[in-house]
């Protein structure tokens, strides 16, 4: 099962994100991958990682993103928020946020989370997805 994978980070962690995406590039090949318009941009200028572009997450690309989780079509996201500016679009963030903790879906909000979550994908401990997918009541496939 190839991994589903999502990338998100407010302007002032755009930098932080790509940085990090280019260090863990090899873990991310093969992995199917999902950003906001900017970020997965950037990301794809750094790297050589094919990456499906939502709009921007003030436009809609959160919610687009939080629909993805919604259907339990994502598998981890990673979401480097900057936790000292508000932003306009905050309910998208919050309604984002719930819905990964209705669905179970692992959020990074930081690098330090990040590298934990990338570690593990990296060490195939996400096989649980597979049984979710299969078994969670309420799910595509499995009404």
């Given at each position: 099962?190839?991994?589903?994978?999502?990338f998100i980070a407010?302007?002032?962690?755009?930098?932080?994100?790509?940085n990090f995406v280019?260090?863990?590039?090899?873990?991310?090949?093969?992995?199917?991958?999902?950003?906001?318009?900017?970020?997965?941009?950037?990301?794809?200028?750094?790297?050589?990682?094919?990456?499906?572009?939502?709009?921007?997450?003030?436009?809609?690309?959160?919610?687009?993103?939080?629909?993805?989780?919604?259907?339990?079509?994502?598998?981890?996201?990673?979401?480097?928020?900057?936790?000292?500016?508000?932003?306009?679009?905050?309910?998208?963030?919050?309604?984002?946020?719930?819905?990964?903790?209705?669905?179970?879906?692992?959020?990074?909000?930081?690098?330090?989370?990040?590298?934990?979550?990338?570690?593990?994908?990296?060490?195939?401990?996400f096989g649980w997805?597979?049984?979710?997918?299969?078994?969670?009541?309420?799910?595509?496939?499995?009404?």
């Amino acid at each position: 099962m190839s991994m589903k994978v999502a990338f998100i980070a407010h302007d002032r962690k755009k930098d932080e994100m790509v940085n990090f995406v280019t260090a863990y590039e090899k873990a991310f090949d093969g992995c199917q991958l999902y950003s906001t318009g900017t970020t997965g941009q950037r990301i794809m200028e750094a790297t050589q990682l094919q990456i499906h572009r939502f709009m921007s997450g003030p436009l809609g690309g959160d919610q687009q993103i939080g629909a993805m989780v919604a259907e339990n079509e994502l598998d981890l996201i990673i979401f480097l928020r900057d936790p000292l500016m508000a932003q306009p679009h905050e309910p998208d963030i919050t309604a984002l946020l719930r819905i990964c903790d209705v669905q179970g879906i692992p959020v990074a909000t930081n690098v330090a989370t990040a590298e934990i979550l990338v570690q593990a994908l990296m060490r195939g401990d996400f096989g649980w997805r597979e049984l979710v997918h299969k078994y969670k009541p309420g799910l595509q496939g499995n009404e």
